[in-house]
Nanobody
Framework: QVQLVESGGGVAQAGGSLRLSCAAS????????MGWFRQAPGKEREFVAA????????SYDDSVKGRFTISRDDAKNTVYLRMNSLKPDDTAVYYC????????????????WGQGTQVIVSS
């Protein structure tokens, strides 16, 4: 069982930046592909970014491409989401998720989820 704990959410102004972190309990963290998803009020959960187990492969939703960067530090069992040039539309609860091997843009493929961290972007 992998436990994931997100942190780093908060309130930012449009154009500002935040960095989300997701710490995993699993010592074999490097076996897992990791993803970030978000869910805004009244909307379905949507894919944001993903990174494979080696950190060499990444994928981004078009809405965040060029603004967000996903990275991982296997020594710290942590995956990050750096968010720049924030927009009010980025307001959502952000979740990290883990999938054993590979990575995916589909939430249904992920095995483990964190509890989420709120991001609010004011205009």
């Amino acid at each position: 069982q992998v436990q994931l704990v997100e942190s780093g959410g908060g309130v930012a102004q449009a154009g500002g930046s935040l960095r989300l972190s997701c710490a995993a309990s699993e010592r074999t963290f490097n076996r897992y592909g990791m993803g970030w998803f978000r869910q805004a009020p009244g909307k379905e959960r949507e894919f944001v970014a993903a990174i494979n187990r080696f950190g060499a492969g990444t994928s981004y939703d078009d809405s965040v491409k060029g603004r967000f960067t996903i990275s991982r530090d296997d020594a710290k069992n942590t995956v990050y989401l750096r968010m720049n040039s924030l927009k009010p539309d980025d307001t959502a609860v952000y979740y990290c998720a883990a999938v054993l091997s590979g990575y995916s843009t589909y939430a249904a493929n992920y095995d483990y989820w964190g509890q989420g961290t709120q991001v609010i972007v004011s205009s």
